[in-house]
């Protein structure tokens, strides 16, 4: 089990390139996990749940990772592992090569595109937290210094630029090298690692006086606080938190060999990552109500909460610097499945090489994140939210999520569903798998619920429905 990934040769797939192949089901299942656990869990999840008054929303997320999550994954890696390619590729194959459902593919592609340019800014974060940490800045202070922190560095717009000008290089480098043989092995020492300091945290929080009311505001239900815009937004973090909706998966999907479970892969990378968002919400919300905090802060939570925290600990300094440097390396393995969508889009569309693949997109990303990167400063497009309602950063990141990969998960549902050859997709289904019978409840389901949770879905977003 689980030896780092062979480049075994070669698929149909177009371009000439070498397609790798995970070594084991448990390289896979690293590398997926890898992908989906990543700022969605740690960062975002946490804040989107203080924002939406908490348990609810947890408890509407769970719903969304079963009913509309975890099929749509299964989905993604089924036609992966049968076509073998990339989402352009893969649907072509499927549907045929003039087909329309070719442009799924294509919004893929630029979902990825447009999620990496503002992922980065936030990994950019973290490594400057890395950094604060080494130099000693955060400790000996109080509650209040260290969330103020987090204020002048969102509008520290040149800061930022710098941190999400390395992150993408890093993330260049990596995808340019071929993701599987360094990232597999990585991870297969940091992301426990970061479960254990997550684990240590845990153990910490449990003597704060807030503990109590942190546990229950994850746990307990208060429907009072939860709008239907809240209902959207935990569907739409399902899919982001699942790097689900654009191909990424897909792609992922395209490296497995055809002996492992798909059902219970699947199964093993959806839990991983709930344990892991559920873990920094019952870190991150205990501080929050010892401290005197909000818990609906918005974007800076994570960087105002857990530096509390750490600073009152024996070794508070070594653990701020290994957690925040695991959770950029958290970012980095979702951040690397990204641009890895639209580089292996280019590779098996056009035959590009895989270097002119990864630098080309990536270098456009990296600029395209620039007034990201600036969106809290004013530098770029200053008068932005006020012509459009949100700063750019919040604009792009509202866009991909909320719409973009519902979209393409609502219309990977509906080919699959309907669309595609239907033995094909049985066969693949059930290849490998101890699970077979599950096949006819999985189909009824991309078929039926999963499209009519959606189109509720965005239905309500275009205003059509009035809840
Ligand atoms: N899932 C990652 C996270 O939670 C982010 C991510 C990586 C992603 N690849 C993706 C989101 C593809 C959507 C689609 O941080």
Redesign the pocket.
Known sequence: MGEPVSQTPPSESGGGFKRGMWSSRTGFILAAAG???????IWKFPYIAGVNGGGAFVLIYLVAIVLVGYPIMLAELVIGRNTQASPVVAFGKLAGPESKWKMLGWLGVLT?FI?LSY?SVVAGWALNYVLMSVCDFLSNKSPEQISSLFDKLYVAGDINLFWHTLFMLLTIGIVFGGVKKGIERWARILMPMLFLIMLILVARVVFLPGFVRGVSFVFAPNFDKLTAAGVLEAVGHA????????G?MLTYGSYLSKKTDLVKASAVVCSLDLIIALMSCLIIFPIVFSFGFEPDQGPGLVFKTIPVVLSQIAGGELLAILFFLLLAFAALT?SI??LEVVTSHFIDSFGWSRKKATLIPGLLILLFGIPSALAGGGGLFSSWESIVGKNFFDTVDYLATNWM?PLGGILIAIFIGWFAPLERIKDEFQTGSKFKHIFIVWLWAIRVIVPIVMVVVLLYKVRILDL
């Open positions: 992908s989906a656990i990543g700022l969605g869990n990825g999620i992922y899919f982001f938190t699942l790097s689900l909706g654009m990424a979702s499945s990204l990969l």
